[in-house]
T-cell receptor, first 111, second 114 residues
Framework: GQNIDQPTEMTATEGAIVQINCTYQTSGFNGLFWYQQHAGEAPTFLSYNVLDGLEEKGRFSSFLSRSKGYSYLLLKELQMKDSASYLCAVRDQEQGGKLIFGQGTELSVKP | DAMVIQNPRYQVTQFGKPVTLSCSQTLNHNVMYWYQQKSSQAPKLLFHYYDKDFNNEADTPDNFQSRRPNTSFCFLDIRSPGLGDAAMYLC?????????????FGPGTRLTVL
């Protein structure tokens, strides 16, 4: 079966660092995506990993270990506007592959 | 520069009254998707097109239909909306942009069923 797990909610302090974990078990794998979604808005693409290792993009970094079926999204220097839901999604095949989404992690950033 | 455009942004319909949601894209991506997202839930894939090839998810109700007349446009038709169909409907495209295979979402259409 297809399964994506991530924590339901997390709380962090402005200026701090937070790591959101995602584990997956899927029949196929061709990349893992992280999206940010503010309430009532569409998901916004943050990062994409298809090879093992760390991808850094400004304050956001994403890590992938394919052998462990594990990824994390690291957010540094947290800002209040980072309060949102963070969705982990796995693409299951190379072309036209659909994304299998996790339930999302609701991150609350407090002053 | 909007890349995936959805119209309308908000749609109100009556129970049982057919409704059509539209999506257009300027990315020239060959894959387009329709997702349904209810409050505090992950997006749920309804169907997708790879070029003109239609792929329906096994658990998508027959009440939901889709059309893709050309590369740029895709429509979601809900033939007889029920109260349980009230949700955000997200259109997305998939293709290689800037050397990376990514999926881009439109702003969504929030559907209310009265």
């Amino acid at each position: 079966g297809q399964n994506i797990d991530q924590p339901t909610e997390m709380t962090a302090t402005e200026g701090a660092i937070v790591q959101i974990n995602c584990t997956y078990q899927t029949s196929g794998f061709n990349g893992l995506f992280w999206y940010q979604q503010h309430a009532g808005e569409a998901p916004t693409f943050l990062s994409y990993n298809v090879l093992d290792g760390l991808e850094e993009k400004g304050r956001f970094s994403s890590f992938l270990s394919r052998s462990k079926g594990y990824s994390y999204l690291l957010l540094k220097e947290l800002q209040m506007k980072d309060s949102a839901s963070y969705l982990c999604a796995v693409r299951d095949q190379e072309q036209g592959g659909k994304l299998i989404f996790g339930q999302g992690t609701e991150l609350s950033v407090k002053p | 520069d909007a890349m995936v455009i959805q119209n309308p942004r908000y749609q109100v319909t009556q129970f049982g009254k057919p409704v059509t949601l539209s999506c257009s894209q300027t990315l020239n991506h060959n894959v387009m998707y329709w997702y349904q997202q209810k409050s505090s839930q992950a997006p749920k894939l309804l169907f997708h097109y790879y070029d003109k090839d239609f792929n329906n998810e096994a658990d998508t109700p027959d009440n939901f239909q889709s059309r893709r007349p050309n590369t740029s446009f895709c429509f979601l038709d809900i033939r007889s909306p029920g109260l349980g169909d009230a949700a955000m409907y997200l259109c997305a495209t998939s293709g290689r942009t800037g050397g990376v295979d990514t999926q881009y979402f439109g702003p969504g259409t929030r559907l209310t069923v009265l």
